[in-house]
Structure formats: C-alpha cells, structure tokens
T-cell receptor, first 111, second 111 residues
C-alpha cells in the first residue's frame, strides 16, 4: 500500500463547477499536510496547508480528518486557470522527517 | 530570493556515464530531498537528508548516491547512468512541520 493515495482522475469539469479531491495516508504519526499544484511538470508549488479545523483560501477549502487519515480539497467556481495536477503531501516528522507525495489528481476545466 | 536552485537544468547522458546533480538552498533548512518524476506519475522520493552529514534512503534509492557535506547543498550522483533513469529530478528543502520548497527541476535523458 502506498503511503499517500489519490484518485489520479482526470476530472473534466466545466467552468463554474465545484470539484472535490480526496487523499488518504497510511502513517498515523504524520503531522503536517498540504495541497500542492503542479503545472506541466514544472516544480510543485504550495496551494495551501491543511488543518483539522479546516481552512479556506478564496475558492479553495481544505479539510483534514485525522481519525480516518483522510485529506480533501474542494474547489468552487472552477476557472480555466485551475487546470493542473493537484498533489496531496504529507510530512512525517517522527522517525524520518520524510515528505511524501501522492501521485496527483489531474483536473481539466473546460469552457 | 534564490530559494532552492538546481544545476544543471537539462542534461543528456550516454548509458554508463556518471554525473552529479547539485541542489543548493539559501533558507538554512535542515531537511533536503531528492525526487524523481516520470510521465504520468507523482514524485517518488529517492534519498533525503535530515541535516549536514546525514543521508537516508527513500522509496527508489537504487542506482543513486547522495552527499550532504554542507548544510546548504545536497548532491545526487548517478555512478553509471541507465535509460531507466531518464526522468525529471526535483530537489526540495524544508523545516519541521512546514511546507517544502522546490527547485525548478533537472530534465535528464539517458540514451
């Protein structure tokens, strides 16, 4: 089983749609969680951190469920510019200080 | 605002040749990482370091060696390149419980 698992998609949605991505992680000792965005195999860039209380940044909402070891990202009112690959990222800062990436979920937003 | 710098950005090697990829960060981060990304796949951890003079194996370490002689530099070596090592290589650095920052990537082709 991979340490971080994501649905690879692709998700094809029209502009204005709401889309949700999910991610699960296997290491219960994981401590910090993030969503990154990656365009055309350029370097990944931080989209937002993820907290148990949930957090929102404009059209983006992230949520962490520690009990279920589950992370989500919700994008509202999708824009063409949201087309990218979204990567779920987990830091395990006990026993290794690893940063592990999910395989990514491809999103295509169409006019 | 250099952040994380990778050199070179592109390289073509012949099978059996050796090379070293350099990652340099100016943020005084303790933790540094090397990943590879193949088409349609996420980032897979090759090796990482939790401080100067330390290294550890990641998910796909075979065929690679690393060194962290100075805190700001993390070197990835290929002793005898193989076509299977054709990939995009990303370096990243971070501190405890915060997001990782990435270099722009090195596109390596082994022919």
């Amino acid at each position: 089983r991979k340490e971080v698992e994501q649905d690879p998609g692709p998700f094809n949605v029209p502009e204005g749609a709401t889309v949700a991505f999910n991610c699960t992680y296997s290491n219960s000792a994981s401590q910090s969680f993030f969503w990154y965005r990656q365009d055309c195999r350029k370097e990944p860039k931080l989209l937002m951190s993820v907290y148990s209380s949930g957090n929102e940044d404009g059209r983006f909402t992230a949520q962490l469920n520690r009990a279920s070891q589950y992370i989500s990202l919700l994008i509202r009112d999708s824009k063409l510019s949201d087309s990218a690959t979204y990567l779920c990222v987990v830091n395990s800062d006990t026993g290794g200080f690893k940063t592990i990436f999910g395989a990514g979920t491809r999103l295509f937003v169409k006019a | 605002n250099a952040g994380v710098t990778q050199t070179p950005k592109f390289r073509v090697l012949k099978t059996g040749q050796s090379m070293t990829l350099l990652c340099a960060q100016d943020m005084n981060h303790e933790y540094m990482y090397w990943y590879r990304q193949d088409p349609g796949m996420g980032l897979r951890l090759i090796h990482y370091s939790v401080g100067e003079g330390t290294t550890a194996k990641g998910e796909v370490p075979d065929g690679y060696n690393v060194s962290r002689l100075k805190k700001q530099n993390f070197l990835l070596g290929l002793e005898s390149a193989a076509p299977s090592q054709t990939s995009v290589y990303f370096c990243a650095s971070r501190e405890v419980s915060v997001e990782a920052f990435f270099g722009q990537g090195t596109r390596l082709t082994v022919v």
